[in-house]
Every structure is written in structure tokens, then in C-alpha cells.
């Protein structure tokens, strides 16, 4: 029984059930028919049941590798199903290419099965054993991170203060736009929101009071350093973590360079020294936001405003601020380095890591805020 | 085996190749025929990977014009050019794997986007090309997870996938041991006699040169161009320029 198709190949298949099938290929076995050719030539063995299978294909003009493994697949079919299986008039060129083909690799399993998912108490498991190893790593890294620090104190023409400035200037003064805008809005916000309550009181004055102190002991370190975070400790540990995958920290490992000293420490130099600077200029820009809602919706005058914003700054609120800024530069910078270092694997790596710096560096904020709030309240009493 | 096949399908035309204002290549033409083994030679730095990328359109030429199999590729329109590159495979310098994606996924990518074949027809290909490159059985594994030149031969599956017209590869011995490199030898003069792939080839691997290559172009830096062209046993043999005896017998300038 002659067959046509519209495909690039044509099949004519003689023979009976218990008889001898003869299968005459002709034109191209290519990857563009795959599907159908393998329907075509398992069905064969399968459906006919022949006693034995000769395949000719002396008249295939075009046999690319996903055909030849079409011919080798019936052959291993056949095999399975007992029938004996032969090959006519293969040209020396399409022996080559059937030769290539690695018949026991198409039948072996993978080395490793597909990853499936496990069940929910391993996964918690697991969850549980990563955290250990991340808090584990991180305290390795903060240990070597104060040796590299002290050593640099003790030694300061081993820091590169080229770089410390080429990163003041990337954390520090690019990030000024930024941080000045969003503290100007922040106090726009709190004075004019303040301002309707305290209306109601005749108590207009004390608008300068709230946005000074509510700045200056909280929202000016936390602002700033969520914004550094965003900024600066995402882009430490991308640039880190994309040395890692290309090999370079190794390189400077074997040149006897000390990555975290060489990397890490003029990060974290730089950041210890523009953060408290970006706080001290948000909080200028959110008085002068408060500074600006009183003049316009308030009818105080600027020098009244600005009076009433100098007696409610304490030296101690102003300086424990920047004390406060000094300690979230260090973790930003140094949660950002660390999950650079910590990249394994590619592109993808990278952009955990990144993610990753952000996220801690905005929970480590956080928690020392807290701390702090703590400790300067029993300071303060 | 001399191909007699001298029809071209590649046909390169007063390419001049620039980064900026620097110019790498001055007004190169050659043609590659049919279903041969081309290879583009040279030092160093003289423009080899630079020409390959303009052949395969990855990079506009300054001048001049690409054309592959009657599409001229540096006017041709997105439609054209997708079309023409999927009958292209490319082996990178650098493997240019996936990251993110296992061995398997590497290569069934191609498939997935240009044929409709059923996801176990997929796996099934996938596992031929592993096996063709020596990988079986690392279907599942990541790419940073195999050595140099594993990575290099999983890159060469994934060129492969598409069994392409038109097969370039960018140093593909370059880290692969002796044997497994010979082994390489064996598997693309196979593809390249059995399916006719024309294959072109940036290398400076002389024993692969001796071996494979059927005609060869040489660049330098010097003339921002080709200095030689012929089969590699003339240019060993006839060639006057001193430039060519020195990189046929590895001998320093
Ligand atoms: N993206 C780029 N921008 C600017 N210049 C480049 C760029 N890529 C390459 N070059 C320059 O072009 C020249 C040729 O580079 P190319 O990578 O083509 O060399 P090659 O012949 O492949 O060398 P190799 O054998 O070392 O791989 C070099 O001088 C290089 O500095
Ligand atoms: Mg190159």
C-alpha cells in the first residue's frame, strides 16, 4: 500500500502482518517533518506486525540528524518488539551521520533526575538550614570585614583612596537629588498634615517643632539610608557579585590581594562618610519643607520658624542621628559586599544577590533603629 | 575531500567593520561555497570574532554588504533576518549558555521557538545532540557546574539544534584537550559531509586548520584586511609573505 504525503519525504510501505514489511523512503528526513515521520515509521512495527522490517533508503536525498535518529528510534522499536530489523542502501555520507548518533545515549536516563519538588517539611528543612548557613556567613564575613577595617586603620596608605572617592562620589553626591527631593516632599507632608490638627489648638508654632524632631531623631537616618540601600547597596553587590562569576575575585586572590580589603573596605569607607552627610541633608531639606508650608499656610514668619526649629534641636538628638547614620552605612555597605561575595552560578546569581542586598540591608536598618530607640530612651531619662 | 561545489552561498562585499571611530576592517570581500569548510585566520586582535558578527548580523557593517543564501542580511527587514537566523547556528567564543537554564533547556530552547514538535520529541532531540557532543546524561545539569570545555561543547549542542544550513563557530577548540578536540574533528567533518552544513570557522588550532579546513582567509592587523587566501596546504607551501610562514610555523614575528 502505496502512501503520499505533502511532507518533504515519501513513504511507501509493502508487507502484511507475519510477512515481511519492505519501507522505501524518498526525499528529505528533516526536523521539519520530525513528528510525522516518527508516527509514520513506528507505525510499522507497531501497527502492521510484521515478522521482519527492511527499510530502504537509497532514495533519501536530505537526512539531517533529527531524521537519521528517526530510522535509529524504529530500529530500537523493532528491536524491543523482536522484529529484526535491517537498513538498505545507506550512502556512505548518511552511514557517518548514523554512526554519530549515540544509540545507548538516547535511551539513558539524565545523571541527575529532574528536580522535583519536595515535600513541605524538607523544604522547611531546607529553608531552615539555609538561614543557619546565611547567619553562619555573615558572621564569618562581619569578623573579616572589622579585621580588614582595623588593619586599614592601623595602616592607612594600604587603603586605595581613589576608590573611596570614586564611591563617595557614586553614594554620596549622585544620590544627592534624590535624597533632597524625597526629605523636601517628606516635609512638605508632615507640616501640612500637622498643621491641620494643630490648628484646631492655635498651637501653628509647634508645626516646627514636630517636623524637626520627628526628623532628626527618625525619619532623617531611615529615609536616607533605605534610599543608600536602594541605591549604593544593590549596586555594591552587583558589581561585586559579577566579579565573582567572571573569575576576577580569584584573580585577585592569586595576586595576594585580600578581596575584602581590596573591594570591600573603600565601600564601606565611603558610605561610613556620605551617609551621615546625605542625613544631615535631608534634614535640612525637610525643615525647609516645614519652613515652607508654615510661611504659606500657616502665617508665621520665616524667622519665627526658624527660631522655634533651633530650640527644639538637642545637640544630643542631632548627634546620636549621625552616630545612627554611621552604623546603617555599615551595614548597608557591608550586607551589600557581602551578598556580592556570596553570588554563585550566573546572571541569575547576580540579581538574587542584589535583590537580596536590598532586602537585608532594609531589615538590618530597621532592627537597629529599634535598638537605638531602646538604648537612647533609657540614655535620655 | 575538496568540495567541487563552488556555488556561493556567503557572499561578503567591501565590508568595512568600525567600533566608533576605530576602523578593524577595511573593505574585505571573500565568498564561502556551499556546504565547505571556510576558515577565517589570523593573530590576535585583527578583527577575526569582528567578522563574524557582521556576518551573522549581529553587527551593522560601516560599508559594504552580507549576503547569505540571496538575502542580503544588512538591509534585510526583522521578519527576513529572523527567518535567515534560524537556519543559522553559532558557536560563541565565550559558550554564551544560559545561566538560569539546565544543559536541556539550553538546547531545547531553538526548538521550542521554531519547530511544534511535541515536548517528549523535544527531549528526545536534546538527548541526541548531548550524546553527539559527548554530554550525555548531563541533561539537568547547570552550565556553571561543567568545566570550560564541556561548556564549550554544550554551546556547540545548542548551535546544532536546528541541524542549521549554516553552522559558524567562533574558536570552538579552544580549552578542549587533545583528544576530546580530534573527537570534535571527527563529529564535524561527519555533520558537515553527512547533512552538507557550510560550516565557517574562526580558529588559529593549526592541527585543526590542516585537518578541516577546505579554504581559508587570513586577516592582519597591519592592512586592516585579508592578507592571504587559498586551501591552508598552499598558503603553508607557496605563500612569499612572511607574515603567513610565521603563523604556519608558529614562529614569533
Ligand atoms: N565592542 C568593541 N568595542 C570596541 N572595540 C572592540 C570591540 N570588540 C573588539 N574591539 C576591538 O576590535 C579589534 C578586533 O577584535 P576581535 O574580537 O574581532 O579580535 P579577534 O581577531 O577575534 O581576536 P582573538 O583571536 O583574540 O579573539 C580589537 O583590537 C579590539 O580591541
Ligand atoms: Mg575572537
Redesign the interface.
Known amino acids: 500500500m502505496p502512501e503520499m504525503n505533502h511532507r518533504g519525504y515519501r513513504l511507501h510501505v509493502e508487507g502484511a502482518p507475519g510477512a515481511q514489511a519492505a519501507v522505501r523512503l524518498e526525499g528529505r528526513l528533516?526536523?521539519?517533518d520530525?513528528?510525522a515521520l516518527?508516527a509514520d515509521l513506528q507505525a510499522v512495527p507497531v501497527k502492521m506486525k510484521p515478522r521482519e522490517i527492511a527499510v530502504d533508503v537509497a532514495g533519501v536525498e536530505?537526512?539531517?540528524?533529527?531524521g537519521?535518529?528517526a530510522l535509529i528510534?524504529m530500529e530500537n522499536l523493532s528491536r524491543s518488539l523482536g522484529i529484526p530489523f535491517e537498513l538498505l542502501g545507506v550512502s556512505e555520507?548518511?552511514h557517518?551521520?548514523l554512526?554519530?548518533?549515540?544509540r545507548?545515549?538516547?535511551q539513558?536516563?539524565?545523571?541527575?533526575?529532574?528536580?522535583e519538588r519536595p515535600a513541605i517539611v524538607v523544604r522547611l528543612g531546607e529553608v531552615a538550614r539555609r538561614q543557619y548557613r546565611d547567619v553562619l556567613e555573615i558572621m564569618t564575613f562581619v569578623g573579616e570585614l572589622v579585621a580588614a577595617l582595623a588593619y586599614c586603620l592601623v595602616h592607612p596608605r594600604s587603603i586605595r583612596w581613589e576608590e573611596v572617592k570614586f564611591y563617595m562620589k557614586r553614594a554620596g553626591a549622585d544620590g544627592l537629588p534624590i535624597v533632597a527631593l524625597i526629605s523636601l516632599l517628606l516635609g512638605l507632608i508632615m507640616a501640612f498634615m500637622s498643621s491641620l490638627q494643630l490648628k484646631q489648638f492655635g498651637a501653628n508654632l509647634y508645626v516646627a517643632n514636630l517636623v524637626t524632631i520627628a526628623m532628626v531623631r527618625e525619619l532623617g537616618p531611615i529615609m536616607t539610608a533605605i534610599l543608600v540601600a536602594g541605591r549604593s547597596g544593590s549596586a555594591f553587590a552587583a558589581e561585586i557579585g559579577t566579579m565573582v562569576v567572571n573569575d576576577e575575585v580569584n584573580a585577585l586572590v592569586t595576586m595576594g590581594f585580600d578581596p575584602i580589603r581590596f573591594l570591600a573596605v573603600p565601600k564601606v569607607l565611603a558610605a561610613m562618610v556620605v551617609v551621615p552627610i546625605l542625613t544631615v541633608y535631608a534634614d535640612f531639606f525637610a525643615i525647609l519643607g516645614g519652613l515652607i508650608v508654615g510661611i504659606t499656610g500657616l502665617d508665621l514668619t520665616a524667622f519665627t520658624y526658624i527660631q522655634q526649629t533651633k530650640s527644639s534641636i538637642r545637640v544630643f538628638d542631632f548627634a546620636t542621628s549621625l552616630v545612627k547614620a554611621v552604623v546603617f552605612a555599615m551595614l548597608i555597605s557591608g550586607i551589600g559586599c557581602q551578598r556580592g561575595f556570596q553570588v554563585?552560578?550566573?546572571?541569575?546569581?547576580v540579581g538574587m544577590s542584589t535583590t537580596s542586598a536590598v532586602v537585608s540591608a532594609i531589615f538590618l536598618i530597621i532592627v537597629a533603629d529599634s535598638a537605638f530607640a531602646i538604648m537612647l530612651h533609657y540614655v535620655r531619662h | 575531500m575538496a568540495s567541487s561545489n563552488t556555488e556561493p552561498v556567503i557572499i561578503v562585499e567591501g565590508l568595512t567593520a568600525r567600533y566608533g571611530e576605530v576602523t578593524i576592517l577595511q573593505d574585505v570581500s571573500f565568498e564561502v561555497y556551499r556546504g565547505e569548510r571556510f576558515m577565517i585566520l589570523g593573530g590576535s586582535g585583527c578583527g577575526k570574532s569582528t567578522l563574524l558578527k557582521h556576518m551573522i548580523g549581529l553587527i551593522k557593517p560601516h560599508a559594504g554588504r552580507v549576503v547569505i543564501d540571496g538575502v542580503d542580511i544588512t538591509r534585510a527587514d526583522e521578519e527576513t533576518l529572523h527567518r535567515v537566523r534560524s537556519r543559522i547556528g553559532v558557536l560563541f567564543q565565550a559558550d554564551a549558555l544560559?545561566?538560569?537554564m539546565s544543559l536541556?533547556e539550553n538546547v531545547s530552547l531553538p526548538l521550542a521557538e521554531y519547530?511544534?514538535?511535541?515536548p517528549e520529541?523535544i527531549r528526545?532531540?536534546v538527548?541526541?545532540?548531548?550524546?553527539?557532543v559527548n554530554l550525555?546524561?548531563?541533561?539537568?545539569?547547570?552550565?556553571?557546574e561543567l568545566s570550560g570545555g564541556m561548556r564549550k561543547r554544550a554551546g556547540l549542542a545548542r548551535a546544532?539544534a536546528?541541524?542549521p544550513t549554516f553552522l559558524f563557530y567562533d574558536e570552538p577548540w579552544a580549552g578542549l584537550d587533545p583528544v576530546t578536540a580530534a573527537e570534535l574533528d571527527?563529529?564535524i567533518?561527519?555533520?558537515n559531509?553527512?547533512?552538507?552544513t557550510t560550516m565557517v570557522f574562526v580558529t588559529q588550532e593549526l592541527a585543526s586548520i590542516f585537518s578541516l579546513g577546505q579554504r581559508v582567509i587570513m586577516l592582519h592587523k597591519d592592512v586592516k584586511g585579508i592578507i592571504a587566501r587559498g586551501t591552508p596546504q598552499e598558503l603553508r607551501e607557496t605563500s612569499s609573505d612572511p607574515r603567513v610562514n610565521h603563523f604556519f610555523n608558529r614562529q614569533a614575528d
Open positions: 528533516a526536523l521539519e520530525l513528528k516518527m536530505y537526512l539531517d540528524s533529527a537519521a535518529m528510534e555520507k548518511d557517518g551521520l554512526c554519530l548518533i549515540d545507548e545515549a538516547l539513558r536516563p539524565p545523571l541527575r533526575p529532574e528536580s554563585r552560578g550566573g546572571a541569575e546569581g | 544560559f545561566g538560569s536541556a519547530t511544534d514538535l511535541p520529541l528526545e532531540i538527548r541526541m545532540k548531548l550524546g553527539l550525555a546524561g548531563y541533561d539537568n545539569h547547570m552550565p556553571s546544532m536546528l541541524d571527527i563529529l567533518r561527519s555533520l559531509e553527512g547533512i552538507g
